[in-house]
């Protein structure tokens, strides 16, 4: 029956062992999926605002500046290698890569899967394939329609393989780890770590984990199994990385996985130890049954020889002793004499048919450490305060080391006076059954260190007392001295206001009907910790009833600050993308999103909406003379000059593109507007940035257009844009270095 309770047992590690490193791999699956729909979703945003401005041609109204305004983005958005856009026929109009304007990309995958059936609602994604510098590329495309409805080309974004590679890495925990992006069809984007010496293989086999996830439409997969791509026995987690609000063509399948090997290693080292200690057990309980049966069937001779003592012979007594590994020894009170028999000489490995030492000499054989224990036993005996002496300690063997031995004895003869005179005893060897006991100590100790390191500590709570028990690292958690565990309801004072409710409502259930929890909550330790925990409990029953909960707690705080971490940084990318890398500004995505949205909320309020247009004066002269590294500094200081002129907390420059600026004033006249304007002109003055190409000043000097319209809801925003491009126009022919208002341009 022991034997099948270990292999139950064994089986029951194995299985939540499983589950504990599948729940793993499904919570980074989890975090994996949110954070590539996060991406996918931002890329989505910039594929359809280069959508919007293509079709309404402000993107494409010059290749040049369009393409450049395309390798800003790329430079600001890290998930992605390159952004063109392609006309209905296939011809690249506009693209980061200056080299691609021009070409006739008809035939490649990406813009064929748009063309063929183009969809205003669908986002494609394209099947991986090797790139021009022998990298993965996988595109995610749009598609652009007129006014009217009709296909005119496709904007697409190809993914920076090596940013999604980092991604990816940054969710492995172990060494043993693979993580790899997959294509429906089975072609592989990312793998990480790289399988060395070849490209990664089509994974999509007859048969495969992976088909079946894909074929029947699964959100998760868990699978255990021989693994095509690595050729090994894995533990494998599947997940089909789905938002519906991107439309999708395609789904991106996730795929996580840890060597079997390297996932059970802990239990198969926990197998070997019960297997070795149910073994020692076996052994030892088969040899005491053996010895007791035969102790019982020698006491039965000395019962026998006690009614007939006058057929006692000394033979037959040696007989009974060395069939029961048994050393006799007599001890004179008076003298202070011990004496051993021959066999209990030969267990201490001396030849001497008989021993006669003093009790001091004796005494100093045995191990330093057990000698005090020793006298005092003796001496309680003698004294008469325990019916027998019984002790174990170790002694020292003729040819060096120490072997353990229980020895039992008794008066056996005292004076008229009640003073000790004999006392005969025996001894035997136990030295097999401490080394099992100090076995079964270190494999104690050595599952106490393994929750000590996985930071995970067990629990129980009796039904219906609430009578708790902890495990050391439970206390550690919480930061107690381990003494009686607190009941139920102050053990759950630890939980914060938040979670609270939460585990008091899971423990409820479980005690009512038996429902398991896998939580993560937040307490507040004894010395003001907050800590994050992962709480996992079940219900134990006899005959149908629950009578115990059990479970285990694991400090996980430092994996949920990593979390929070991330998405800090993610939020952090997000700003990034609104501002201009140069200047530091805002850009172009960030000036057509405030004007749409400025012009709807002025429009709400029949309030004047007013733009201000504004360009560096000669600036390509600018360059030619002072160099591009000198045309930089130039833009980066005329946006500090427009950042620090202006005052309304929610008035921002922008870069429009190249030297070219612009800034929205809501709920402002053209003359609130011009003051502006005058403003900027005065404080780029006061600045006196070196030009020495301009012919109008020795200074850099600005041209502003100003602009201002009552917005409406049947007006487009762009009427404005229009406006201030034709004063800033007027200003410039005007001779520049002044301002020029959309008034002036209707009275001329």
Known sequence: MAGLAIGVQLLNV?????????????????????????????????????????????????????????????????????????????????????????????????????????????????????????????????????????????????LDEEFFAFTVRSALFAPDMRATLVHPDGAIFVTVPKIEGRRPVNVATPGS????????????????????????ERLLVLTSVQSPELGLDNTIVFAVSREKSAVYAPWYHQVRIYVSLYLAV???????????????????????????ALRLSASRLERALDGAQLGLWELHVDSRQLQLDARGARMLGYEESNMVRSTQEWTQTLHQDDQAVNIAAFAAHLKGDTPVYENEFRVEVKDGGYVWLFSRGKVTERAQTG??????????????????????????????????????G??????????????????????????????????????????????????AKGMQDGTPWDLELQIVSAKGRLVWVRAQGAAICQGGTIVRLAGALQDITSRKQAALELQRLNAALSELSYQDALTGVGNRRLFDEALSAEWGRNARRGSMLALLMIDVDYFKRFNDHHGHLGGDECL?????????????????????????????????????????????????AAAQIPHGASPVSPWVTLSIGVAGVMPTVDAKPSMLTRFADMALYQAKAQGRARLATYEDVEQK
């Open 419 to 456: 003073a000790p005179l004999r006392v005969i005893g025996t001894f035997m060897d136990v030295s097999a059954r401490k080394a099992n006991e100090a076995a079964l100590a270190e494999a104690t100790l050595l599952q106490k260190l393994s929750g000590e390191i996985a930071q995970i």
């Open 14 to 158: 194995r299985h939540a062992t499983r589950e504990a490193e599948s729940a793993r791999l499904l919570d980074i699956s989890r975090y994996v999926s949110e954070n590539l729909t996060r991406q996918l979703d931002g890329l989505n945003k910039t594929l359809t605002n280069i959508k919007r401005d293509y079709r309404d041609s402000v993107f494409s109204a010059s290749s040049a500046d369009s393409s450049r305004q395309l390798h800003l983005l790329t430079d600001a958005i890290q998930a992605v290698s390159g952004l063109a856009v392609y006309d209905a026929n296939g011809t690249a109009v506009a693209s980061d890569r200056d080299s691609d304007v021009g070409k006739d990309f008809f035939s490649q995958e990406f813009f064929t899967a748009v063309r063929r059936r183009p969809d205003p609602n669908v986002l494609y994604l394209s099947r991986p394939s090797a790139s021009d510098d022998e990298r993965v590329a996988l595109h995610l495309s749009r598609a652009i329609f007129n006014t009217s409805g009709q296909f005119t080309g496709v904007v697409s974004a190809t």
């Open 458 to 507: 067990g629990w129980a709570v009796e039904v219906p007392s609430g009578v708790s028990r902890w495990t050391e690292e439970v206390y550690r958690i919480h930061d107690l001295d381990p003494v009686d565990a607190p009941d139920l309801s102050n053990a759950l004072d630890f939980y914060t206001e938040e979670f609270k409710p939460v585990i008091s409502a899971a423990i």
């Open 636 to 684: 980066r200081q005329v946006a500090n000059v427009l950042r620090d002129t202006l005052r309304r907390s929610h008035e921002r420059a922008m870069r429009y593109g190249g030297e070219e600026f612009a800034i929205l004033l809501p709920e402002t006249s053209v003359e609130g507007a011009s003051l502006v304007a005058l403003r900027i002109l005065s404080a780029m």
């Open 209 to 232: 984990a992976f088909v079946d996830h894909v074929v029947n439409k699964r959100k998760r997969t868990v699978f255990e199994g021989l693994v095509a791509v690595t050729g090994r």
């Open 282 to 308: 076996l052994l030892m309980a088969t040899a005491l049954r053996l010895f007791e049966r035969r102790r019982r069937r020698k006491l039965l001779q000395q019962e026998e020889v006690a009614q007939a």
